[in-house]
């Protein structure tokens, strides 16, 4: 028999380390707030029996106002797992454990995971699991899921739970948390109106309390008529006038007095020590009044640095020869020993070879990029981030929580617009969705790899920068110009945990850096390879279908010349430029093959190198520079687009963004390159 | 007098310097989204606060509530009644 566990807590309690420990998968763990974002499965591993994981988003609570919290909130009610673990940071329990009321009041079969064990006796202090127990009426095991210490034992429990509902029938006693005036209420609820209701999900306690609450969804979901709406609410407005208060807080300050008389009771806290901890030493250095931004803009230069610098650049020389030289050659003196057809020899070495060839180059590169942004996050400095952020972001409107989606953006827009989900403000999304364009993902790498090789050799590392900093730019205006006029709105909230300084184990980063490495890799054998079979093809031959001399005459030609006309006063009017564009959209990093292909090098000799001179002779640094702005800000990539239809719900939103973005880079590439040209650039 | 005395006693979180303590005692304002975040994160009545620090650029603050860290833009602070 199948048995379905669901994994539910805060965000940064260890629920992603756990879900790894249990499944064995190479799941990627971060450290801010939200990083759990879809639903995850994953076989149990470590125990007998088929049992499958479920790992829900990482919420505080299950008042529906987030996607995330609505998405948990669903699962749970709707899909009955046969036991919710939740898994609670034992080093900040008292927080942690309101989303534990949360789940009691539902009457889920809960088991409590106390994560993080080790920090808490490391600290010196004591947690009683038989009092916390007797409270919560529900099995406590202590766990450290980052050594793997008490996960078997925590399953073994949770198995015997899910047994014992099976068999006996009757589920978990939902303890009661409340005082008497709020149980009274509950009761009565439950006892008159309840049974009055047509449709009912969930059990008849929790609805109860949920009516209490005033909550709207349930109300909807139950279609709740007037009537009882108005007998609900003199409940309401009798416990509003004792406490003074709001039914929504009453009910949430009630639940703090539980878990503050569970933990007061439970808890031994060892004497604190005056010293400052680890985590207040480096953020007293990070979020320095002074210090803060220019260190945050030293470490984005660090890391550019070390990505464009000599490392980088060794691993793209080392892989080309790789593919390009050692690989392209022996395809080459194979196929030409096998006498293969001259079109088939082409197709291979010039189509695939040079196509794919192109981007692999650089998938060392991006991985080194990924590498460092996966510190940033798992160390919880993006949150920091965020904070010293902030102030900046909402003279844009925006609030220091986009800026983690956006920094993400910096690696893949996919993920990136994904994250948005922890935004609570439908408007400030969008707009962040809108923006996160206009951040240079790692797939425009090698579009200023291969450019700047080309034509600012000496200082590539301050060109790519600047582009970076006209991506940031560009987003500053658009988000001060977006929100003043098609997103008007008030300033959404801004009210976010910052996680302590965690050291990030070598083992998650190098899961995330292969991760992103393989996605790369996995796009150059499919996508990249389609779409470099077809470019060679369409440049190979015309409209009849006939081999061609000058890819000049082929069908490409006539697209590319077609539509170059649109680009000649960014001063890329050339078809070959018009139509590596087009492919950008099925990926950025496209642009770079299309051209390698176009140009018809991977001569199986010197690779790239060859690309690099024939750029030479189609762009001066002025239109190279204005054809790598072009490239930063035009379209989404297809994969991104596809994301951004997916979040937004919406094609007008989705065709406005794709549609504002480009705009914008050809009025900015227009201005780089007739400016400049002005200036005397060239 | 009663409410001019009880006005100077009732300071919100924001007028608060870092390294002050302080209780909550109320949370002022509608019930909505704002209000219910800050009550999920904990911020709710009796709940003791410390101030830790404001960030480089003045604002949001990070305080220390139920044993963990927590930032809150000024304009948010404002609603939070303390004593």
Redesign the interface.
Known sequence: MSLKFALVGNPNCGKTTLFNEITGSTQYVGNWPGVTIEKREGKAKKIEGDIRIIDLPGI??L?P?SMEEIIARDYIVKEKPDVVINIVDA?????NL?LTTQLLELGANVVVALNMMDAVEAKGDKINFGVLEAFLKVPVMPISASKGRGVKELLEKALQVAQAVVSTGISASTPELHNDSIMNCIREIEETIVPKLKSKSGNSRWIALKLLEGDENVQKALEVPGALLTEINVYQEKLEKKYD??I??VI??SR??FT?NVVSKAVKKQEQSSNLTVSDKI?KVV????L??PLFLAMMFGIFSVTFGTIGSFTVDFVDGLVNGTLGNFLSSLLEGAGAASWLHDLIVKGIIGGMGSMLVFVPQIMILFFFLSILEDTGYMARAA??M???L?KLGLS?KSFIPMLIGFGCGVPAVMSTRTL??EKDRRLTIMLIPFMSCGARLPIYALYTAAFFANNQTMVVFSLYLLGIVIAVLSGFILKKTILKGE?A????????YRIPTLKGLLIHMWDKGKGFVKKAGTIIFAASVVIWFLQYANFSFQAVADPGDSMLGAIGKTIAPIFSPLGFGDWKSAVALLTGFIAKEAVVSAMGILHGVAEATEGSTDLITALRTSFTPLTAYAFMAFSLLYLPCMAAFATIKREMNSWKWTLITAGYSTGVAWLVAFLIFQVGKLMGFR | MLRKGLSRLARTLKELKPGEKAIISKIEGEKGAIKKRLMDMGVTRGAEVLIRKVAPLGDPIEVNIRGYELTIRKSEAEWIIVE
């Open positions: 505080y609570s008042s106002y080093t900040n329990i008292e927080r309101y208060m709001d929504e807080t949430a300050d703090y007095q503050t953020d979020t320095n009044r002074i803060a931004i904070f010293v902030d102030r900046l909402r220091g609570e403000n300033v909230p801004f009210v976010m945990e910052l996680p302590p």
